[in-house]
C-alpha cells in the first residue's frame, strides 16, 4: 500500500520524539559518568552530585524518558489515527 | 471491539484482585512464620517451609495456568496487561546475581560499581524507542521469528537461533547455580538435591502452561522478592539514618562513611597490619625473584629453628610448632612457588580503603582514565545487551496492543528501578554498620553475626588478628560480596524468620530469570528451528509438545553443566551481554528504522560483530591463556564496544552495495512502524 504523507509526518515525528530522548538519555548516562570526578564536587542531599546520579538521578530520569515516550506516542496515535481503539 | 475492551478490563481487575489477595496471604505467610519462631521453630524449619511453600506455589500456578494452546503457550495468548507485564519483567530481568550479589559488588567497588546499575536500568530507554513497540505489532513468537521476516532466509534465522542460545544458555546456568547455592544455604540440603529441588518446582510450571503459566509465576515471584529486598533495607535504613525511606536519607550515612574511611586510613594499627601485608608480599617477590637460594634457605632455617628447638630443651608445645613448621614446609619448588605467589597477592590488602564516592580510583592519572573507559564500557555493553536479550523482547510480544507494549516498559523499568535503586543504598548502610560497629571490637566479644558468619563460612566472611591486638582492624576482614545481602537481617538484628524470606526472594529472582531462559530456548529450537526449518506442516498439538520436551531435555542439561562448577560466572553473565549486544542489536533496530538494511547487510553484519567480539575475548580473557595486549586497556568484558559499531557500520555499507529489499519487505517495516494502518493488507498477528 502506499503511505500518505500524513502517515510520513507521523513518522517523522516519531522520530523527533526519539530523537531528543535518547539525546536526554545520552547526556545523563555518558557525559554524567565522563564527568563524574567534575559532578562530585556538588553536593546534593548530602551526596556527592555525580554519586547520586550513577547511584539514583539518572535511574529515575530513564524511568520518566519511557513514561513520557508513551504518553506522547498515545497522543500522537490518537492525532494521526493510527491508534488501534480502547483495548485496555 | 466493545466486548473485547470489556473483557480486557474485567480481566485487569480480576487479576488486581488475585495479586492483592496473594500478596496479603503471602504476608500473613511470613508473620505466622514469625510467631512460629518465638514459640521454638527450628532455623532448619524455616528454610523447609520457605523453600517448599514458594515452590509448591509456583507450581500451583503453572497447574492452573496449563495450555495446550500455541499462542497462549509462546506468548501467554498476548493479553497480559502493561502493569502486570511490567512486574514480570521485572522478575525476568533480576536473576540471582542482581539481588545478591548488587550490593556486595557495590559494597567491595564502590563508584565504579554503578556502571552495572546504570548499565542493568538504562537499557530499557532503549527498548522502549527502539525495539517493544516495534516488536510487538510484528506479533510473531521468538526473536529469530522477526530477523528471518525481515531479512528472508534460512540463514539469518540460523544466526539468530545460535546467538539466542549461547547467549541465552550462558545465563542460565548462572541462574542454576544460584538457586542450587541458595538451597544448599538455608536447608542444609546437598547442592545438587537443591538444583534439583528448585529445577522440578519450576519444569513442572514452565512445561504446564509454557509463557502463560511462566508470566503468572514471574509476576508472584516478583512479590516475593522485593518484599525481601525492602525488609532487611528499610530496618537497617531506619535504625541508621532515622526514616523508613533510607534510599533518600543515606546521602549522609554515606558522608560518616567517608570519614571513617578517612580515620582507618590514618589509624596507626591500621598502618600495622596493612605494613605486615606489604612486607609479605615484598618477601614473597623477592624469593620468586631467585627462587633455588629462598627455597633452599627456607628449608635450612626451618630445620635449624627444629634442632635449636631440641638442644635448647624448650617447652614441648614449641618443640610442636618447629616440627609442625618443618612438616609444613613446601615439598617441591612448583608448590613453593605456588605459596610466594599466594604471598604477593597479599599486597592487595595492604592498600587503605578505597574512598566509596570517589569515581574511577587509580595511581594516576592514565590508570584513572582507564578505569573511567571501563566504566563507560561496562555501561555501554550492559545497556545494548539488555536492549537484545531475547527473553526481554519476548515479554512484549505478550502485551494486548502496542500502546500497552509501550506502557509495558514504562511499569518494567519502574519496578526494576525500586530494587537497583536500593542496592546501592544497602552497600553504604552496610559498610557504615561495618565500620562503626565491627572495626574496632574486640575479637573476644564481635558482633553476633560477624562471628556467626565468621564460623559457618570462612569464604564469605573472614576476620583474622594479624597484628596480634585483640582488636578487630578493617585490613584484617575479607568479605565475599554476597555477604552484604545473605547477612543484612542479621545485621540490622531482625530475627532469622527474615534470614528465611531473603532466601526465598533469592530463590524467587533466580527461578523467574531461569524459568524466562529456558523457555526463550526451548522456542528457539522448537518454533524457529522445528517448526519454521524442519517441518513446516507440523500440527499446532505436536508443536507445543515437542517445546515441552525440549524444556525438560535443555534443563537437564543446563543443570549437568552446572554441577560442572564452570569458572567465573560474573565474567560469563557479562559476555552474555556483550555478544547480545553485538549479533541482535544492529539488525533489530536497523530492520525497522531503515528500510533500505538488506538480507547480506545483516548477515554479514551479524556474522562481523559477533567474530569480532568472540576474538576480542578469547584472545584477552585470562582464562583461554593467549593474553594479548589490550585495546585501549579495555577489559574483555566490554568486547560489545567493538562489536556494535562494527556491526552497524557493515550492515550499513553492505546493504548498499548490494540491491535493496523487496517490496513485501518494505511493507513489513511500514506495517509494523504504525500501531494501526488503514488499508495494511498484512495479517497482524500469529495466533
Request: proline share 4%; with cysteine; aromatic share 14%.
Amino acid at each position: 500500500m502506499q503511505l500518505t504523507a500524513k502517515h510520513e509526518e507521523y513518522w517523522r515525528k516519531n522520530l523527533v520524539y526519539t530523537a531528543i530522548l535518547l539525546f536526554i538519555w545520552f547526556v545523563v548516562t555518558f557525559v554524567e559518568a565522563w564527568y563524574a570526578r567534575e559532578l562530585n564536587a556538588f553536593t546534593f542531599l548530602g551526596f556527592p552530585f555525580g554519586f547520586y546520579m550513577s547511584a539514583q538521578g539518572s535511574l529515575a530520569i530513564y524511568v520518566v524518558i519511557i513514561g513520557v515516550y508513551a504518553m506522547l506516542m498515545r497522543r500522537l496515535d490518537l492525532e494521526y489515527n493510527v491508534d488501534e481503539g480502547d483495548l485496555e | 471491539m466493545s466486548s473485547q475492551v470489556f473483557s480486557h478490563k474485567t480481566f485487569n481487575q480480576s487479576l488486581k484482585k488475585y495479586y492483592s489477595f496473594y500478596t496479603g496471604g503471602f504476608i500473613a505467610f511470613v508473620l505466622v512464620l514469625a510467631v512460629a519462631e518465638q514459640i521454638g521453630m527450628s532455623r532448619a524449619w524455616i528454610g523447609y517451609w520457605f523453600l517448599f511453600a514458594t515452590i509448591g506455589l509456583y507450581a500451583g500456578i503453572g497447574i492452573m495456568a496449563r495450555t495446550a494452546e500455541v499462542a497462549e503457550y509462546y506468548v501467554a495468548g498476548r493479553r497480559v496487561p502493561a502493569f502486570f507485564n511490567g512486574m514480570a519483567t521485572g522478575a525476568d530481568w533480576m536473576s540471582a546475581a542482581s539481588f545478591i550479589g548488587m550490593a556486595g559488588t557495590l559494597f567491595l567497588g564502590g563508584f565504579d560499581g554503578l556502571a552495572w546499575v546504570m548499565g542493568w536500568t538504562g537499557g530499557y530507554c532503549l527498548v522502549a524507542l527502539f525495539l517493544a513497540p516495534y516488536l510487538r505489532k510484528f506479533g510473531q513468537f521468538t526473536i529469530p521469528d522477526f530477523l528471518a521476516e525481515r531479512y528472508g532466509g534460512n540463514i539469518v534465522r540460523t544466526i539468530g537461533i545460535i546467538s539466542a542460545i549461547t547467549c541465552s544458555f550462558v545465563y542460565v546456568v548462572a541462574q542454576i547455580y544460584g538457586v542450587g547455592l541458595i538451597t544448599s544455604r538455608f536447608t542444609g540440603l546437598e547442592f545438587g538435591i537443591g538444583v534439583f529441588v528448585g529445577l522440578s518446582g519450576i519444569l513442572v510450571c514452565s512445561m504446564l502452561g509454557g509463557m502463560k503459566a511462566v508470566t503468572w509465576t514471574q509476576v508472584a515471584q516478583y512479590i516475593i522478592l522485593i518484599i525481601a529486598y525492602m525488609t532487611p533495607v528499610v530496618w537497617l535504613g531506619t535504625k541508621h539514618t532515622g526514616i523508613p525511606i533510607p534510599q533518600f536519607a543515606y546521602g549522609y550515612t554515606l558522608q560518616k562513611v567517608g570519614d571513617l574511611e578517612k580515620k582507618i586510613t590514618a589509624d596507626p594499627k591500621e598502618q600495622e597490619v596493612r605494613k605486615i601485608f606489604a612486607d609479605r608480599a615484598a618477601a614473597g617477590r623477592a624469593a620468586l625473584a631467585a627462587p633455588d637460594k629462598s627455597y633452599a634457605e627456607g628449608k635450612a632455617k626451618v630445620e635449624k629453628a627444629l634442632a635449636d628447638a631440641k638442644t635448647a630443651n624448650v617447652p614441648a608445645d614449641q618443640i610442636a610448632a618447629a616440627e609442625k613448621s618443618v612438616a609444613a614446609y613446601p615439598k617441591d619448588m612448583a608448590a613453593a612457588k605456588a605459596g610466594w605467589t599466594r604471598e604477593t597477592g597479599l599486597a592487595a590488602r595492604a592498600a587503605p580503603p578505597r574512598p566509596h564516592a570517589e569515581p574511577f580510583v587509580g595511581k594516576d592519572e592514565a590508570a584513572r582514565n582507564t578505569a573511567r573507559l571501563n566504566f563507560i564500557g561496562i555501561v555501554f555493553c550492559m545497556m545494548f545487551g539488555t536492549a537484545a536479550l531475547p527473553h526481554i523482547l519476548m515479554r512484549y510480544y505478550t502485551t494486548p496492543s502496542v500502546q500497552q507494549a509501550r506502557v509495558s516498559v514504562f511499569w518494567s523499568l519502574f519496578f526494576i528501578f525500586l530494587l537497583y535503586f536500593t542496592a546501592p543504598c544497602l552497600a553504604v548502610l552496610a559498610k557504615y554498620d561495618m565500620y562503626s560497629n565491627l572495626v574496632g571490637s574486640s575479637f573476644a566479644s564481635l558482633p553476633a553475626w560477624a562471628a556467626a558468619w565468621a564460623k559457618v563460612d570462612p569464604g564469605l566472611l573472614n576476620i583474622t588478628d594479624f597484628n596480634k591486638d585483640g582488636i578487630v582492624q578493617w585490613a584484617e576482614v575479607v568479605i565475599g560480596g554476597d555477604l552484604i545481602v545473605l547477612a543484612t537481617p542479621e545485621i540490622a538484628g531482625l530475627p532469622y524468620v527474615v534470614s528465611g524470606l531473603v532466601a526465598a526472594g533469592g530463590l524467587a529472582a533466580a527461578l523467574s530469570t531461569a524459568d524466562g531462559l529456558l523457555l526463550t530456548i526451548a522456542n528457539a529450537l522448537s518454533h524457529d528451528l522445528y517448526y519454521k526449518m524442519i517441518d513446516p506442516h507440523a500440527s499446532t498439538t505436536k508443536r507445543v509438545t515437542i517445546s515441552k520436551v525440549l524444556l525438560v531435555v535443555v534443563a537437564i542439561i543446563a543443570a549437568y553443566v552446572t554441577s560442572l562448577k564452570p569458572g567465573d560466572i560474573l565474567f560469563l553473565v557479562g559476555a552474555a551481554f556483550s555478544l547480545a549486544a553485538s549479533a541482535f542489536f544492529p539488525p533489530l533496530v536497523m530492520g525497522v528504522f531503515w528500510k533500505r538494511a538488506n538480507k547480506w547487510g545483516a548477515i554479514i553484519g551479524m556474522a562481523a560483530g559477533l567474530a569480532i567480539c568472540v576474538y576480542y575475548m578469547v584472545t584477552r580473557y585470562p582464562f583461554f591463556g593467549i593474553n594479548m595486549p589490550l585495546w585501549f586497556g579495555l577489559s574483555p568484558v566490554s568486547a560489545g564496544m567493538f562489536g556494535l559499531p562494527l556491526g552497524v557500520i557493515t550492515i550499513f555499507v553492505v546493504s548498499l552495495l548490494t540491491s535493496p529489499p523487496s517490496r513485501e519487505v518494505q511493507e513489513l517495516v511500514e506495517h509494523v512502524r504504525y500501531p494501526q494502518l488503514t488499508g495494511d493488507t498484512m495479517v497482524s498477528e500469529a495466533r
